[in-house]
């Protein structure tokens, strides 16, 4: 097979262009979308406070608390509309082009264009570093935006300190920060190749396809892999780029789809999002004294960091599996966790410590594994001609999920208390579930093998024999579809 045309120590070359690639893409996308997220929890109450002053002087109209958690919610939420824009723009965009005032509306509508960046990049880092990787590093490769996920967070949680940007009057300066790493990212990475497996299969463009391996495996043999990517296009030779819809009617790749479907939900709806946007009420709310809320939500941060790092320096030793189930079980746990010790710290005080534990443990349950981990598959899952409808659709479901965490969760805590996060747990633990009889291993595997993978679970093979008698592997499009003889 061509793989096996790959030496081990040129098939396991880290290089240096494949790795500031990795770290400059995610700079300025991934590490982005953290700080959005996390951006809005240390000023919460001095945004209300500004709603509440702008609107009763420009309106006349004195908001009560309930309609100033609206506002608030719609604030953090209108982010993950943005981002679901940007998602739904992913497909046509990286197909085209590759993969590379004082008023409250003001703030919304700054969040919203931020989640527009956010949705799209979201999906095309994870697209694109997938397809430069070599199949052995593309998990540790693929989890570099996870780190930077983490890393965003820790920055705004450590800006958002009242001795540096936590200030009243610093909110609007915390909340623009994101213009210095964008504009840093805008500078850089045009020098940097476009995808190989783009250039070749959807560009047909040998010399290009050559070029850029060449700039990311300077002393690798490439023609293994230039034959691999080539067989891949033999098998979509009829088959040009799928449309959202072509996808979803697709049954060749029907249990693809359904995991990318539960993982990405799972994913916002496990809680983190919850975790982030809210940390310091949920603290708050276990018992920890106002003074020291913020640097308990720095110290998380911090556990954030060094799990994401745990996580991206052993997936490829471990697998994608051992840290799904792994961190959605953990989670699951500590979810629960939450629930007993709220519901008892009143009678033992010891139980908030337990809290504030637990909520560590969701945080870094996340970052090892569920953090990362659904970028990375949603492109292993599929091939080239699938691949940005599948992005597409992940994108959708999991900003929707977001928009409806961030916008549900304060009045899911208002009525069912901590009973909300048993929900939480019901999630993580489906997820978990699924994870450990539905989806394979796909560790050092090739996006051919990937596929066929999954060609007896979407029935083809049985079906098609059944039907046809003698038959032959097709090169239709390559996902285990069987053709007659002739």
């Known amino acids: 097979m061509a793989e096996q045309l790959l030496t081990e120590n040129d098939e396991k070359h880290l290089t240096k262009p494949l790795l500031a690639v990795a770290f400059l893409a995610s700079f300025g996308s991934s590490m982005l979308y953290g700080f959005n997220l996390a951006v809005v929890n240390s000023p919460a109450q001095y945004i209300k406070d500004f709603y509440n002053e702008t609107l009763v002087e420009d309106y006349n109209w004195t908001p009560d608390e309930n309609q100033l958690t609206v506002l608030y919610s719609l604030t953090v939420s209108i982010y993950a509309i943005g981002g679901m824009m940007g ?79 936590g200030k009243e009057e610093h909110w609007p300066l915390l909340l623009s920060l994101v213009v210095f790493p964008t504009t840093i990212q805008l500078m850089l990475l045009p020098w940097f190749p476009e995808s190989p497996r783009y250039l070749l299969i959807e560009k047909e463009n040998i010399h290009a396809t050559i070029a850029a391996l060449k700039r990311y495996r300077p002393k690798g043999d490439i023609q293994a892999e230039v034959d691999e990517m080539q067989e891949e296009q033999r098998s979509l030779s ?157 994108g959708c479901l999991n900003w929707l999920s977001n928009f409806t965490i961030g916008f549900v969760f304060p009045f899911l805590e208002m009525y069912l208390g901590p009973y909300c996060y048993l929900i939480f747990c019901i999630i993580c633990l489906g997820v978990a579930v699924y994870t450990i009889f539905i989806i394979p291993e796909t560790k050092n595997k090739t996006f051919m093998e990937i596929s066929q993978m999954f060609a007896d679970k979407n029935n083809i093979l049985k079906e098609e024999l059944h039907s046809n008698g003698l038959l032959k592997m097709a090169v239709m499009n390559g996902y285990g579809t069987l053709g007659r003889h002739n």
Not at 130 to 157: T, Y
Not at 335 to 364: D, K, N, W
Not at 376 to 384: C, P
């Open 87 to 165: 998602a739904l723009l992913v497909g046509k965009l990286v197909t085209k082009y590759g993969r590379m005032c004082r008023m409250p509306a003001m703030v919304i509508i700054g969040r919203f264009i931020t989640g527009v960046h956010s949705g799209i990049s979201l999906s095309v880092v994870p697209m694109y570093l997938g397809e430069i990787a070599p199949k052995n590093l593309r998990g540790f490769l693929g989890l570099i935006p996870s780190i930077h996920i983490c890393l965003g967070v820790f920055i705004a949680q450590v800006l958002g300190l009242h001795e540096l940007l």
């Open 238 to 394: 009829s088959i040009q780029t799928v449309s959202v819809w072509g996808l979803l009617m697709d049954r060749s790749v029907r249990w693809q789809v359904i995991t990318i479907v539960v993982v990405n939900i799972g994913m916002q709806l496990s809680g983190i999002d919850a975790i982030w946007f809210y940390t310091n009420d949920i603290f708050s709310d276990a018992g920890i004294p106002g003074p020291y809320i913020q640097y308990t939500t720095v110290g998380t941060g911090a556990i954030e960091v060094i799990s994401g790092m745990l996580g991206c320096f052993t997936i490829e030793r471990l697998g994608r599996r051992p840290l799904m189930i792994g961190g959605f079980l953990f989670m699951g746990l500590c979810c629960a966790g939450i629930t007993v010790t709220v519901l008892f710290q009143a009678q033992v005080s010891f139980m908030r410590y337990i809290s504030v534990g637990c909520v560590v443990g969701i945080i870094a349950g996340f970052c090892i594994g569920p953090a990362g981990v659904p970028f990375l598959i949603t492109a292993e899952l599929f091939k080239q001609s699938h691949r940005p409808a599948a992005y597409t659709v992940a």
